[in-house]
């Protein structure tokens, strides 16, 4: 089921409910991660980890799912970006060259983006199942570059020494903003015990997805 609102209503709650139930997932999608959409979807998350019986993971996998939905809300603006000015995304010196200004001009254009995301479909979704494994899956239908993904891999090998965010403030990537999302993710699972495996990226030609992955036999030990 594919359920795109403003706000949570009582029908994603019903249907978030009956998902669990029945060991199906929901697909839940924005074009934009607006405050509100933000909002929604932390409270779908509550709810869903409230129907799982879990709720004490709300404060760890909050923080997880924010970096996840807005990095991928990023990444959809940015091939607007790119293209409007005729910059080569693959092109390692284009990149480096959009990256210095890009975040500002996002900050300074939201309804700009918003509109053209919603015009070129290019969509954030948060897919959530819980069978054997809790999964949580944040996903947007464009295609991470090989140096994007390379930075990734990068950024969860060094995190792999860091146990607080102060281990991690003055080794970042400064290509990327701040650098500190998907680190923030993994310190996050590594506070519950959760190897940095549990975080997976996958890309498609059409499709960037990051899913976190909790077996519901380590909840138990947790």
């Known amino acids: 089921m594919k359920v795109d609102n403003k706000v949570i209503s ?13 060991r199906k997932p929901v697909d839940f999608f924005c074009y934009t991660l607006t405050p509100e959409q933000k909002d929604r979807f932390l409270k779908i998350l509550k709810v869903f980890l409230q129907e799982c019986n879990q709720e004490y993971l709300f404060n760890y996998l909050s923080y997880c799912l924010f ?10 603006a940015k091939r607007i ?8 995304i ?3 010196n284009d990149y480096k060259h959009g990256m210095k200004e890009f975040k500002e001009t996002l900050d300074e254009n939201a309804l700009h983006y918003e509109t053209e995301l919603e015009a070129g ?3 954030v979704h948060l897919l959530l199942s819980a069978d054997d494994v809790i999964s949580i899956t944040v996903s947007n239908n464009t295609k991470i570059t090989e140096s994007e993904y390379k930075r990734i891999k990068e950024k969860i090998e060094k995190t792999k020494v860091y146990n607080t965010m102060a281990d991690a403030i003055n080794d970042i990537d400064q290509t990327e903003g701040s ?4 680190i ?39």
């Open 184 to 222: 923030t993710v993994l310190i996050m699972l590594k506070k519950l015990g959760l190897a940095s495996d549990h975080l997976q990226f996958q890309t498609t030609d059409t499709e960037t997805i990051a899913t976190i992955e909790i077996p519901k036999d380590t909840l138990e030990e947790l």
């Open 67 to 76: 970096e996840l939905l807005d990095n991928a809300s990023k990444a959809n």
């Open 81 to 88: 970006y790119f293209k409007e000015h005729s910059l080569n």
């Open 10 to 22: 009582e029908a994603d709650i019903e249907s978030i409910k009956a998902a669990v139930q029945s």
């Open 90 to 92: 693959n092109d390692e």
């Open 121 to 123: 479909k290019l969509e």
């Open 179 to 182: 650098g500190l999302g998907i």
